[in-house]
């Protein structure tokens, strides 16, 4: 009894039919893990730009430039309307990358916590966090308030 014989008295059509079905399932599984991966990748440079954005309009406008002083003295001098949407600004592209990064949709960033524990640590920034954090998700907010509280 060869091959044929076995080939002959089986459902050959059917275990190949199958088989390939199978391995189309298996390559479909792992092209669509690659194109995720690619995606993560994609949507990290998409963060770097915004982040970029955000940060070149700080070097651009000297008005938002107290932001990142540590002597700042808000009783004499307020915090100003374009300092106020400066901060704002930048806590909207943390959270954007918070909940993405939540969600799989980025790559973690390794020194997230010491960039918004670092930013935050400013008069200013901390000033508006605390006007701003009672509107923000309570995932985000509980993240920033360990951050602030990170050392």
């Known amino acids: 009894m060869g091959i044929w014989h076995w080939l002959a008295d089986n459902d050959w059509p059917n275990l190949l039919n199958t ?3 199978g391995g189309g399932v298996w ?8 194109d995720a ?3 993560r990748v994609s949507n990290v440079f998409t963060a770097t730009n915004h ?20 002597t700042v003295d ?14 704002k600004f930048v806590i909207l592209h943390m959270n954007a990358v918070f909940q993405a990064s939540r969600l799989g949709m980025i790559i973690k960033p390794e020194a997230f916590r010491r960039d918004v524990y670092s930013f935050l640590s400013f ?13 923000q998700n309570d995932d ?3 993240f920033v308030e360990q951050c602030r509280n990170w050392k």
């Open 51 to 70: 982040h970029w954005e955000v940060w070149s309009d700080f070097y651009h406008h000297p008005e938002y430039w107290r932001v990142k002083q540590s």
């Open 27 to 34: 390559f479909a599984g792992y092209a669509i893990h690659e």
């Open 123 to 135: 008069p200013i920034p901390a000033a508006v966090w605390e006007k701003l954090k009672v509107l």
């Open 74 to 87: 808000l009783a004499k001098n307020p915090i100003t309307f374009q300092e106020e949407g400066f901060v």
């Open 140 to 142: 985000f907010a509980e």
């Open 19 to 21: 088989f390939f079905t």
């Open 37 to 39: 991966k690619a995606r």
